[in-house]
C-alpha cells in the first residue's frame, strides 16, 4: 500500500453496460475506493448523432453510485473513441494530460473496463500503464476466446473478469491465456438495478397482454447481413410469431436501423391481420421485459435473448441464426460465439424442437473456440479433438467448416477414410502448389511453366 488516495476510473460504452457496473458495485465485487468516476464512451458511428448512454432513460438512476460522470469522447475529441489509442511514446505524456484535467494528482488509479482487446477501453490501459485492471463483459462475447493476441504488459495486469451468469455454468475463455479468474455478477441484483432503470423510463406504448416481443439488430452495419436480408430475417420474425398464435406483436428495432424497416413491418403484419406496435424508444430490451411482460420474446443472437430467461422467466426463441453461422467471415469473427450458444440453447421459432445441442455446452465452447484462436488457447487442442471426434455429427456440423478444420489438421477435416491424407507429405506439396496457381489467378495473373 502506498497510503496514497486509489481512485478507480470505471469505462462504459453503453446503459447495459452501467447497469452491469452498478450491479458490480452493489454485489460489493469491486475493490473499495476513495473516489469512483465513470468515464462514458459513445461508439456509434457517429456520436454527433446519436445519444450517449449518459442520456439514456434511466441513466440518471445509476449515477448516484458514482463520485463523477467523464466524458471521454471530450477528452479526445475530435478523434472517434474506437478509432484513437496514444502511440507508444506520447502515454506519459497522456497519463501527465488526464491527470490534471481530471483531477487525479498522484492518486493510485484503478481501472475497470469492458472489451480490453478494442480501443476505447485498451487506449484507456495504456494511457495508464502502472493501472491494475478489471474487466466486465455484459453480453455472450465474453464467453469466446480473447479475439487477437494482447500485450502481455496490458494482458498480465488484468485481476479478474467480472460477467453475468447468462448460460449457468459456463465458464468464459475470456483471457484465460492469462489465467484470469472468472467471477459472476449474482442475477438477483442485476435484476434489481435494472428495475431501477425501468422505474425511471418513460411511458411506453400500450400493448395487449400476452404479446410477442421481437428484438431487431443491425446486422447489416456489420457487413454480415445486407440491408435487404436484414429486412427479411425481421419479416421473418413477424411470421413465426403469427403463426405460433401471437395476434399482437411489439418490435423494438435497433436504435441505429432505418425508420424504413418498420413501415416494411407494417405492411406485412396488416397483410397477417396482426396488431403491430413499434417501439422506437432507446430503452433497454430488459426494461420492456418488466414494462410489458411479452409472453413470447423472438430475436437472432442478441444477447436479450439469453438474459430473457435467465432473469426474467420469459420464453425466448431464435430464428435466423443458421443464416449467420454460414455468413459469419472470417471463422475467427468475435460474433460466431453469441450465434453458436443461442442457436444451440434456444430452440427454434420455426419449428417444435427444443435445442440442437447435443452434449455439454462447455465442451461445445472449448471446440469452437479453439478453432477461433488455436494460437491463444493452444492447450485446448486435446478438448476439441475430443469433442470433434465424438460429437461432429450431421447437427453440430453447423458450428464449425471444414476449411478451416483442415488448415488446423482437425478431426472432420476429410472423410475419415481419407484422415490419413493430410499427413502425406505429397499431398500436402500438391494442395501447396493448387493453393499457388489459385491465388495468382485470383489475381488475375496467369500462372507460368518453368522452362525445363
Not at 504488459?153 to 465458464?171: A, F, M, Q
Amino acid at each position: 500500500m502506498t497510503g496514497r488516495p486509489r481512485t478507480q476510473l470505471l469505462l462504459a460504452s453503453t446503459l447495459y453496460g452501467t447497469a452491469t457496473l452498478a450491479a458490480a458495485l452493489d454485489a460489493g465485487l469491486l475493490p473499495p475506493a476513495d473516489r469512483r468516476l465513470l468515464l462514458v464512451a459513445n461508439n456509434a458511428a457517429v456520436p454527433e448523432t446519436t445519444p450517449g448512454p449518459d442520456l439514456a432513460p434511466g441513466f440518471d438512476r445509476l449515477r448516484a453510485r458514482f463520485d463523477g460522470v467523464l466524458s471521454w469522447n471530450g477528452t479526445i475529441s475530435p478523434f472517434h473513441p474506437a478509432g484513437w489509442s496514444p502511440r507508444p511514446d506520447d502515454a506519459p505524456l497522456w497519463e501527465r494530460h488526464l491527470r490534471l484535467l481530471w483531477g487525479l494528482g498522484d492518486d493510485d488509479v484503478e481501472i475497470v473496463l469492458e472489451s480490453l482487446q478494442v480501443n476505447p477501453a485498451l487506449a484507456l490501459a495504456q494511457v495508464f500503464p502502472g493501472a491494475p485492471l478489471d474487466v466486465y463483459a455484459d453480453g455472450l462475447m465474453s464467453y469466446g476466446p480473447t479475439r487477437n493476441k494482447l500485450d502481455p504488459l496490458v494482458g498480465t495486469r488484468v485481476r479478474r473478469l467480472l460477467h453475468l451468469d447468462l448460460v449457468p455454468g459456463l465458464r468464459p475463455l475470456l483471457l484465460r491465456e492469462f489465467g484470469v479468474a472468472a467471477e459472476t455478477i449474482p442475477g438477483e441484483i442485476f435484476a434489481k438495478v435494472l428495475a431501477e432503470i425501468a422505474d425511471a423510463t418513460p411511458e411506453l406504448p400500450p400493448v395487449p397482454e400476452e404479446s410477442a416481443l421481437l428484438l431487431g439488430q443491425y446486422l447489416s452495419a456489420l457487413d454480415i447481413l445486407t440491408p435487404e436480408e436484414e429486412e427479411r430475417l425481421h419479416v421473418r420474425m413477424l411470421r413465426g410469431a403469427v403463426a405460433r398464435g401471437h395476434r399482437s406483436v411489439v418490435f423494438k428495432p435497433h436504435p441505429t436501423a432505418p425508420a424504413r424497416w418498420s413501415r416494411m413491418l407494417e405492411e406485412e403484419a396488416a397483410r397477417l391481420g396482426a396488431e403491430l406496435t413499434v417501439v422506437d424508444s432507446p430503452a433497454l430490451a430488459e426494461v420492456l421485459y418488466l414494462r410489458l411482460r411479452p409472453a413470447l420474446v423472438v430475436g437472432c443472437f442478441s444477447t436479450a435473448l439469453m438474459t430473457a430467461g435467465a432473469f426474467h422467466g420469459l420464453p425466448a426463441v431464435r430464428t435466423g441464426t443458421d443464416l449467420l453461422l454460414e455468413r459469419l467471415a472470417p471463422y475467427q469473427n468475435s460474433n460466431r460465439i453469441p450465434v453458436t450458444l443461442v442457436d444451440a440453447l434456444l430452440p427454434p421459432l420455426e419449428s417444435t424442437e427444443s435445442t440442437v445441442l447435443a452434449g455439454d455446452a462447455q465442451e461445445l465452447l472449448t471446440a469452437v473456440g479453439y478453432a477461433m484462436q488455436p494460437q491463444i488457447n493452444p492447450d485446448l487442442r486435446r478438448a476439441a479433438e475430443r469433442y470433434l471426434t465424438h460429437r461432429l455429427n450431421p447437427t453440430t456440423w453447423r458450428y464449425f467448416k471444414r476449411r478451416r478444420l483442415t488448415a488446423l489438421a482437425l478431426p472432420g477435416a476429410v472423410p475419415s477414410q481419407l484422415a490419413f491424407l493430410p499427413r502425406n507429405p505429397a499431398v500436402r506439396r500438391l494442395a501447396r502448389r493448387a493453393r499457388a496457381v489459385q491465388r495468382r489467378l485470383s489475381k488475375g495473373r496467369p500462372s507460368r511453366k518453368k522452362s525445363s
